[in-house]
């Protein structure tokens, strides 16, 4: 790979160029918007106004820059200093000798969904001939008996029809520690020591075998590559919700994703999942200890990925994410109530990198960078709440007329140049992302792969108003998952619900306490500021219909043409199979998998001889934890 240790240059002229746009643009907007503060507000009220404007300004101002980076990136055919692009294209290899471990880590998820994903994965890969030096490990956490019964039953299905060339294992954890990182972590003292590199899989996750052979090529032409991520596309969407967060990451994640591999080049995040590592110095590097800090900031990390990259940079490996590798998929949540149950949890994680980020030694400034950014995603709830709440105090102390601009502007005097010009410049870094990524799908000639222009522009049209209306809710329940979060009260972390469907009753049960509280919040604004009205019904007006738009986002859409993605009219082969797979298990009795377990002697001997531990033949060590050789992995 020629150029191999050149790209920290680039990779610093591109980040001091992005941390000087963000600057220059923030301390632009702070003057703007200091003009259109009242004089007669005091001055530490203006203070904190302006710092809580200036960090959600910057915010803003990252992600639209990181947009413009990917088109810029984009428009010049693809960033150079990729691994890809140095890598050349991809083909038929000698490398995929290399033994790789393909996991998929599991907790009381859909078994038939998730069970037949990696079934398509398994397919293909034999189809394309790529399937000799990989194994596939399903690695259960559930603890019903009847969800685990299924997965192992359905697991012994796959291996029967697939025949013995395959080599897939099931296994199941009698003592769940850590979540999912304890998950992998026993995977790898068991059997990490036979593998080179593993792919780690979501429960959702499909990956193509050009996907998987192409993530080992790359690693086995970059030593030092310690984990590539992949971008995962957004497939299989069935509710109104789904298909939604398909087409946002279909149109405008190309961008983005660029933007942050160009950004980012060798010292990327690693998303936890559709992603490939390096065994050997993960195992010796990235064992995580629990937290001993007080309250949140106590017992297992939990969102482990990103501080699983940190290590593996701090042991002096690299981290790539590389967009250009295709056939890389996962799902989106089918509900907003899923979404905002996923977040709850990813904030709790992601607040405890604030623990992190002090006591964790010799990390990359550029991790340092990521870990961080995931904090602000969240805490830019509470603050933009905190925002509009000083803005519309100190709009009271201003001029009697009526504010004619609503949101963060309502302490703008009417007709005041500076506000006007804030607006437009605010609605330009939220929008422009858009607007790029739009004028990206024209450029490349690629408009007909969703629907055609009118389509595209339609659908985009659509996204945006749904990301507006659904934006303070998100705003108003990420506020809750931060305050819950830092009060320390426990959440649950169980599989996902991936079939979409909700009620009226259930839409009311979830966002009713919203809906009365933001009636009581604007009947007090009303009552004490009518002034202040106008300006806080764009953000109320959502809230109170989030019941309704919850039922409605949940439901399936009918036959009509917006919203189409590429994968529409063209579907990925791994995507086809899994979609053709039919039942892997036949219940014609309609017994519980246990009450089968009970009544079939196969059954249970399969399930005894499947929970017996594995006999200690070796030894080793890592982080103080024992390895176990496997009883039932044996290599042809």
Known sequence: ???????????????????????????????????????????????????????????????????????????????????????????????????TAVVMPICHEPVQHSLGGLKAIIQDLEQQGQAGPVDFYVLSDSRDPDIWLEEQATCEQIRRE??????????????????????????????????????????????????????????????????????????????????????????????????????????ATYWGHNAIIRVAPFMAHCGLRKLRGPGLFRGPVLSHDFIEAALMGRAGYEVWLEPAIAGSFEESPPTLEDDLIRDRRWCRGNLQHLWLLV???????????????????????????????????????????????????????????????????????????????????????????????????????????????LAPIRMLVHTLHVVRALLNLKVGWQGQNRSGGLTPGLSFQHFGPLLLSAAAGLALIHWHAPTLTPWALPVMAPVLLAPALAFLLAQKPGTGTWLKVPEDGHIARVIELASAIPPLRHNPDRLSWFE????SPVFARVSRYDAQPAPVKKHGHWNGWSIFAPRRVKRP
């Open 1 to 99: 790979m020629n150029n191999a240790g050149s790209w920290r240059p680039i990779a610093f002229r591109r980040r001091f160029l992005l941390v000087l746009l963000v600057a220059a643009q923030t301390l632009a907007g702070v003057f703007l918007f200091a003009q259109t503060i009242p004089d007669q507000a005091s001055s530490g009220m203006i203070a904190v106004l302006l710092l809580v404007f200036g960090v959600l300004f910057a915010w803003i101002g990252v992600g639209f820059w990181t947009a413009v980076f990917g088109f810029v990136a984009l428009r010049f055919g693809g960033d150079p200093w990729s691994l890809s692009s140095r890598a050349g294209p991809s083909g038929p290899s000698e490398s995929l000798s290399a033994p």
């Open 162 to 267: 697939l025949g013995p060339g395959q080599q897939l294992f099931y296994r199941r954890r009698n003592i769940n520690l850590n979540y999912k990182s304890g998950n992998i972590a026993d995977f790898l003292r068991r059997w990490g020591r036979r593998y080179r590199y593993m792919v780690v899989l979501d429960a959702d996750s499909l990956l193509s075998a050009h996907c998987i052979t192409r993530l080992i090529q790359l690693m086995e032409a970059r030593p030092k590559a310690g984990i590539i991520q992949t971008t995962p596309r957004l497939a299989r969407a069935e509710t109104r919700f789904a298909r939604l967060q398909q087409f946002a990451n279909r149109c405008y994640g190309r961008l983005y994703s660029a933007g942050l591999a160009a950004i980012q080049l060798g010292e």
């Open 359 to 469: 006591t964790m030694g010799k990390i990359r400034m550029a991790h340092r960078m990521a870990l961080l950014t995931g904090i602000l995603s969240y805490l830019a709830s509470p603050l933009w709440l905190i925002f509009l709440g000083l803005s519309g105090y100190v709009a009271l102390a201003g001029p009697t007329t009526e504010p004619t601009l609503p949101g963060v502007m309502a302490t703008t005097e009417a007709g005041s140049g500076a506000g006007m010009m804030l607006v437009a410049v605010t609605g330009l870094l939220l929008f422009g992302p858009r607007l790029l990524a739009v004028t990206d799908h024209g450029l490349a000639r690629r408009t007909a792969r969703f629907g055609g222009p009118f389509r595209l522009y339609g659908s985009t049209l659509v996204e945006t108003l749904a990301a507006l209306a």
């Open 596 to 599: 089968q377990m009970v009544l």
